[in-house]
């Protein structure tokens, strides 16, 4: 992957690094592991994706109004955990904040869920009207069987996320289509293919990616995979 979108490594600025993907790959497992390494390294900051646990609306409701309502919410998620890094941000400098989930896939779940033009419209405008604090999208990728048999292996297939339709293949084809869509008009992004890696070796390539990307050096570099993928190449 080209690097000449790596920003300077000198730079005071904090680094906002979002780990994104389609439900199932793994994302909030990655975010967490990550999470639980440097618990106690004040050099990172860490968000998760909302801040309420049980949301009131079942996300990927195949019911328009619902769906519309539950990316409403985790739209309104997302502007109060954005204003929390801004405060975070006006207070220090030179850390490296980590997000659980983009911004970006509120666009994309709501496309996904083929919501009424005039409220996908809706979502779109207030999504444009704020400044979100992000640098660089890290995006996990797999092929879609392997999502899904990751679904099944944890055990995820309650009843909510039955509600959430998560294991339909069809809608998960249809997001992985939308994420392609959107972020082919983003530059800084680091797709992953964790087809075949374990968590903790997604971790691992997360690590490289922050060495490169900034001033920070782990206790221990791990020599990275090859399973990086090129820009081009994914969104093709």
Same mark, same amino acid.
């Given at each position: ?7 300077? @490594? ?14 199932? +790959? ?12 440097? @618990? ?36 309104? !998620? ?19 904040? +980590? ?30 009207? +704020? ?48 994420? @392609? !869509?959107?972020?082919? *008009? @983003?530059?800084?992004?680091?797709? +992953?293919? *964790? ?15 922050? *060495? ?25």
């Amino acid at each position: 992957m080209s690097k000449t979108f790596y920003r300077n @490594k000198g730079s005071k600025d904090n680094l906002v690094l979002s780990i994104a993907g389609v439900h199932g +790959i793994g994302k909030t497992t990655v975010f967490n592991l990550l999470k639980k390494i440097l @618990k106690d390294n004040n050099k990172f900051k860490f968000f998760p994706e909302r801040y309420v646990k049980k949301p009131p609306f079942p996300f990927g409701s195949s019911d328009k109004q619902i769906g519309f309502r539950s990316e409403i919410h985790f739209l309104q !998620q997302l502007i109060k955990r954005n204003q929390n890094i801004v405060n975070f941000d006006n207070n220090y400098n030179g850390r490296i904040i +980590i997000l659980d989930r983009t911004p970006l896939c509120v666009l994309v779940y709501s496309k996904s869920l083929n919501l009424k033009e005039k409220d996908f419209a809706l979502i779109l405008d207030t999504y444009n009207s +704020i400044k979100w604090k992000e640098d660089y999208i890290i995006y996990l990728t797999a092929e879609a069987d392997t999502i899904l048999k990751r679904i099944t292996q944890r055990g995820s297939l309650d009843k909510m996320r039955k509600e959430w339709n998560e294991d339909d293949k069809n809608y998960l084809l249809t997001i992985v289509s939308y994420y @392609k !869509q959107f972020l082919s *008009t @983003k530059t800084k992004i680091f797709p +992953i293919n *964790t087809n075949d890696l374990t968590s903790d070796e997604v971790v691992i390539e997360i690590k490289n990616i922050i *060495t490169n990307l900034s001033d920070y050096t782990f206790e221990k570099l791990e020599q990275s995979s090859t399973t990086q993928m090129n820009l081009d190449e994914y969104l093709k």
